[in-house]
């Protein structure tokens, strides 16, 4: 492959080759049999783009806001940790997202556990060294020494809003129902759909089949995002078009650091930045606002019409 990237699934691909297979497999794997990781991108495949013709696009503006700050595209980085091992200077994000670690059957398989020199301080101090080499066993799912918290619940979603002024989103939601019960939490102030992946609970919805039961749930009341298979502009579009107000990316930030550091990142951004202005000009919209629910529909819309 020659240096130039032209899609993210190019970086995808650089990033297979160059990364040992450990390393690649615990980056692009998921739960179990990794159904939920190839729905996710296979759903999107699933909608259809309705563009309308002879407006004028000649201007177009991709900003938007989140929680009142002001962005110039609604495109954004899912919280991914451990980039360590793709870049060493990656950031490494860490947080306590779901009460039990995924079961990810590659990782088991290659006895994957952390470099020494890629750790999480805050969280040395939980090890009583016993827990070294459980990896061997897969005792902790492909992650030694990965403490989880299985009491964690909505009790600590108001102790949190109870310590902050900070807006408070929460990554993961994938029913209406766990959607209504965040309205009735004051702190909350968005909704990240999010499988987390596929590397968590495998069989899961992909996020854009989940995303239009969490908006209608939610309605204006909270700021739905969305994570988790977008790897094109259209993709992005179309998940606009259901109802999120920004798509965030995750694996694509990976494969740009392994790319090229800060630079591959930028690039894959600027990619993704370019395909969804092009769709959306495609698609006869100037701006953000002009996306609506009726740009998209399922593929079977035109199946029945047979």
């Known amino acids: 492959m020659s240096g130039r990237m032209v899609c993210v699934d190019d970086f995808e691909e650089f990033s297979k080759k160059h990364l040992s297979k450990a390393t690649w497999e615990f980056y692009s794997g998921g739960a179990d049999e990794c159904q939920t990781v190839s729905e996710n991108r296979n759903a999107f495949k699933r909608f259809r783009l309705r563009p309308r013709f002879l407006r004028d696009v000649s201007h177009r503006d991709l900003s938007t806001t989140l929680l009142g700050e002001r962005v110039e595209c609604p495109i954004c980085v899912s919280p991914t940790g451990l980039k360590d091992l793709a870049c060493p200077q990656g950031d490494i994000y860490t947080a306590k997202d779901l009460p039990i670690v995924g079961k990810r059957y590659s990782d088991i398989r290659n006895k994957f556990q952390l470099p020494p020199h890629v750790t999480v301080p805050n969280l040395l101090a939980l090890k009583d060294g016993s827990e070294q080499d459980s990896a061997k066993d897969g005792r902790n ?133 370019d395909e969804l202005d092009l769709a959306m000009a495609l698609s006869g919209c100037c701006t953000l606002g002009d996306i609506q629910p009726t740009l998209v529909v399922r593929e079977d819309f035109y199946h029945s019409r047979l």
């Open 141 to 273: 799912y492909g992650m030694g020494g990965s403490p989880q918290d299985p009491t964690f619940s909505w009790k600590d979603v108001d102790w949190l809003s109870s310590i902050t002024s900070l807006p408070i989103i929460l990554k993961g939601i994938l029913t209406a129902e766990d959607a209504g019960i965040a309205l009735d939490h004051p702190g909350v102030k968005g909704i990240l759909v999010s499988n987390h992946g596929g590397r968590q609970l495998d069989g899961v919805p992909a996020t854009v089949e989940a995303l239009p039961e969490i908006v209608r749930a939610v309605g204006n009341k909270l700021e739905v995002y969305l994570d988790g298979g977008v790897r094109t502009g259209t993709d992005a579009l179309k998940a606009l078009a259901l109802g999120a107000r920004a798509v965030f990316i995750g694996r694509p930030v990976i494969w740009g650091l392994t790319f090229k550091g800060e630079e591959g990142v930028r690039q894959g951004m600027n990619i993704l930045r």
